[in-house]
């Protein structure tokens, strides 16, 4: 067993426990509160998975789901950045490049 190999992942698996504490600027579909990045990511993968019968022959459902699961990861880092905010998405992109850079 290569122990370095397992204390880097258990080391990223708890990196990324910080998606629970970032929240979007999105309600809940019951609109009590406002969506974490990780009920976000989880509920999408869902989502994917409930739906893959719709999808076009050659897409790979597996693969869109992990994609689902973790596309915000470097949110961790770079927060979230809402659909209309323009001054956001001015650095964006740099801030999620060093983020993912980081993880």
Known sequence: MDHDRLEKQLAFFMECDKMKSIYRNTMLANQSRMETDAEHSWHIALMAMLLQEYAPAGINCDHTIRM???????EIDAGDTF????EG???KA???VKAADRL
């Open 83 to 86: 659909a209309y905010d323009t």
């Open 94 to 96: 740099e801030r999620e």
């Open 89 to 91: 998405y001015k650095d």
């Open 68 to 74: 689902c699961l973790v596309h915000d990861l470097v």
